[in-house]
């Protein structure tokens, strides 16, 4: 893909993209890399900054005879048609193009995801959340790793360059935990009910998974509006 933003001249320019996203959505994995590769192709001076918003799409069940199995979540999710192995042979393919690795055949229980967006929350007081976020997304649908067990996720923290200190928080202390419940609850005002989303600039959203072209597009929307939408009060997330 040959598309590249407008150059922004001498005015350097700041864009918040905020994502909504979960660790156990592959469409959540496949957006967010697809942003990163969208955004190498900004020309001029540009700051981007990354806001994640957590949005557990599934609750998870305390007890063992509730719990589900990643294929049977996968399954309530797919449109009407199509199956389970349809699904995962084309994320499997979308993936492959960049540079993901999808080995659905290593996941099986559903695991709960807040412990890993609590540590992303945490880690973006280090601006490291993008990099944490990716280390997780790759380390369960590549090794099928557990993204809810707190080792595993300090380990993770660790390697992403996580300081000792915000680790020890995630150990010791339930630091992020009531910003996760807010979150949910101020996207679900929003109308949000599944991820991933993409806000670009707080005026330019863009549902559910797209190809990098299509978030060229957003990104030269949301830099350069043009007629009633500069006029527009931009709506936020945060």
Known sequence: MNATVRPVNDV????????????????????????TRALGNLSGDVETRLRWHPFRMAKYAE????????HDYLAERLPSGISVPFAEKSLTEAGRELGIDFHFEKLGTLPSTSEAHRLVQLAA??????NVAAA??????ERGADIS?????????ADAGLSDK??????ETREGE????????????FGVRTVPNLLFGGRVLVPGTVNVA????ALDQALFPTGDDAEQEKPTLQ
């Open 136 to 141: 997780i997304f790759r380390a369960y649908f």
């Open 149 to 157: 067990d707190t080792n595993v996720l300090a380990a993770l923290g």
């Open 178 to 189: 009531t910003v996760l419940a807010g979150s949910e609850e101020r996207l679900r005002g």
């Open 166 to 171: 915000t680790l020890q928080a995630f150990r």
């Open 12 to 35: 350097r320019r700041t864009l918040d993209i905020d994502l909504v996203a979960d660790f156990t959505c592959p469409w959540s994995w496949l957006g967010m890399t697809q942003l």
């Open 214 to 217: 299509t978030y060229v597009h």
């Open 63 to 70: 007890n063992a005879a509730a719990q589900r199995s990643f």
């Open 125 to 130: 007081g280090e601006e490291r959340h993008a």
